[in-house]
């Protein structure tokens, strides 16, 4: 079956670093995606790896590996207002948008 | 403004009573999708539309129709609401297959 997976919750302190992994299986692989959503909010989305390596926007950052089905969402100077889910998705070989079930990151002061 | 909209936000209904919940957006985007979104679950696609007249099943069809007679809209028809069908519902769109979708404000549903 196609899956992605990530941890399901997350706790970092104000100004640190945190990274979100996510690994994946899938039928056919177009890429790998992240998308932020708040509580009560729609989700938005954050960032695109479609080659292996290191794509920065910001205060965020993500990385992909195809070889190992592996990618990761890292967040610098973390803030208050980063506290939310963050879902990794994936397009697979007949366009659908298959998502993870979310890391909840909380941050505390 | 750019938007995806969505009505009704909130729909508390009975089973079996036929509903449709109404996508638009105006930013002429070709692909649109549904996603019902669950504690646990993430977001899962229910059915897609790469263009007008073009439809596809997502990972949990069973129990949901669309259309998309229009560039514009994307409708979600529920033709008889079951309670295992109370969720979280988004609608998205995005130019092609770009990844950066953009999603509605979402429609609380509750079926009882």
């Known amino acids: 079956g196609q899956s992605l997976e990530q941890p399901s919750e997350v706790t970092a302190v104000e100004g640190a670093i945190v990274q979100i992994n996510c690994t994946y299986q899938t039928s056919g692989f177009y890429g790998l995606s992240w998308y932020q959503q708040h509580d009560g909010g729609a989700p938005t989305f954050l960032s695109y790896?479609?080659?292996?390596g290191l794509e920065e926007t910001g205060r965020f950052s993500s990385f992909l590996s195809r070889s190992d089905s592996y990618g990761y969402l890292l967040l610098q100077e973390l803030q208050m207002k980063d506290s939310a889910s963050y879902f990794c998705a994936v397009r697979d070989s007949s366009y659908k948008l298959i998502f993870g079930s979310g890391t909840r990151l909380l941050v505390r002061p | 403004e750019a938007q995806v909209t969505q009505n009704p936000r909130y729909l508390i209904t009975v089973t079996g009573k036929k509903l449709t919940v109404t996508c638009s957006q105006n930013m002429n985007h070709e692909y649109m999708s549904w996603y019902r979104q669950d504690p646990g679950l993430g977001l899962r696609q229910i059915y897609y539309s790469m263009n007008v007249e073009v439809t596809d099943k997502g990972d949990v069809p069973e129990g949901y129709k669309v259309s998309r007679k229009e560039k514009r809209n994307f409708p979600l028809i529920l033709e008889s609401p079951s309670p295992n069908q109370t969720s979280l519902y988004f609608c998205a769109s995005s130019p092609g297959l770009s990844y950066e979708q953009y999603f509605g404000p979402g429609t609380r549903l509750t079926v009882t």
């Open positions: 790896n479609g080659l292996d």
